[in-house]
């Protein structure tokens, strides 16, 4: 929800976001909680835009000019996505919340760093694991050592799914001269800081990424068929189902042994409409990627603003004035305010 518009022949990418997107505001909307039936729905979106992440990255940047600018660049135009809207939604609440907010946690709210934290905009949790996925693409990028650390970051996340007398490094107490030794004490306090204070950088999560990085890259590197679109769609569809019905349709997120499957699963449903599209079979056209431009203010501005409409205008009409209030919100916020920001962002920036 918060990466640059794609080309315009991938428009099927925004208004699968803008579609995403509302998908999390109909979960947090009181009123329309029974009508779903236990169906959550934003957990399902939050699984699509972590995939989404990973493949609009390969698109996006797979072709810019090498050199050691090119990080520095990406990550210019991810703050500059993210930060300034973030920061005008969190304003009137860090305000109004000022004498709650504990020592030191102000900076953890602005800067959004990727930590554990109490998030005054509850779905700005995601944004830390953004960041995170943001932070080690950047360094991909970087010319000569961008392979070692794509390579590197991998390995350290499908450590996590080694068996638990390898991960944490059992086997190697039968061998005398390492026992209690300095090996088995690195790689068990490597292990242990990786998973428990890095969890936003090396966690089950980050496969949902390297799933969208896998299928953007196949998009970027091999001309899309209709034969091989209609293939990935139909098989990535059966795998999503799957894999809801494991989670009880949404209502619990998968566990780290499920994401592998749920990842491959939208990875491949997102590849084949991509695909599909980019074959001439439908154009979403400039709507899908007008409305997919709504979808990172639709996202971060709608429950601060259902707190608000919900205190002003109690009961049925109020519940109105929210799903209605946080779409007008997000055309405002998205045409007046965040497009020409960042235009004029990215018109100061020697990188852009």
Aim: hydrophobic share 55%; aromatic share 16%.
């Amino acid at each position: 929800m918060t990466d640059q518009p794609p080309p315009p022949r991938l428009g099927a990418l925004e208004f699968g976001r803008f579609l995403a997107a509302s998908f999390v505001v109909i979960t947090h909307l009181p009123a329309l909680a029974p009508a779903l039936h236990g169906l959550a729905l934003g957990p399902l979106a939050v699984q699509y835009f972590f995939v989404l992440s990973g493949f609009v990255m390969v698109v996006a940047h797979h072709a810019d000019p090498p050199g050691w600018t090119r990080p520095l660049a990406f990550w210019w135009r991810r703050a500059c996505r993210i930060y300034p809207l973030y920061w005008l939604i969190l304003l009137p609440l860090a305000l109004s919340g000022w004498h709650d907010i504990p020592p030191g946690g102000l900076w953890r709210l602005v800067s959004l760093n990727p930590a554990t934290y109490p998030d005054l905009i509850p779905p700005a949790w995601t944004l830390r694991y953004e960041l995170a996925f943001y932070f080690m693409f950047g360094l991909c990028l970087a010319p000569g050592i961008g392979r070692y650390v794509l390579g590197l970051w991998m390995f350290s996340v499908l450590w996590l799914y080694l068996p638990p007398e390898i991960r944490w490094c059992t086997w190697l107490t039968g061998w005398h001269w390492m026992r209690g030794g300095l090996v088995i004490r690195f790689l068990a306090t490597a292990n242990v800081y990786l998973v428990r204070t890095s969890n936003h950088f090396v966690s089950a999560w980050e496969v949902l990424f390297f799933a969208g990085l896998a299928a953007g890259w196949v998009f970027s590197a091999v001309r899309p068929s209709r034969l091989a679109g209609g293939a990935a769609l139909l098989l990535g569809a059966l795998l999503c189902l799957h894999s809801l019905a494991i989670s009880k349709w949404g209502v619990d997120y998968p566990n780290e042994l499920h994401i592998p499957l749920a990842a491959l699963g939208y990875a491949l449903f997102l590849y084949g409409i991509v695909a599909l599209e980019a074959c001439g079979l439908f154009r979403c056209g400039k709507w899908g990627v007008r409305l997919g431009a709504m979808s990172y203010p639709l996202y971060i501005a709608h429950m601060p603003l259902f707190a608000l409409l919900g205190w002003l205008l109690p009961g049925h009409a109020g519940s109105l004035a929210m799903f209605a209030g946080a779409y007008l919100a997000a055309m405002i916020l998205t045409f007046y305010i965040d497009r020409p920001l960042q235009r004029a962002l990215r018109g100061i920036s020697r990188f852009s």
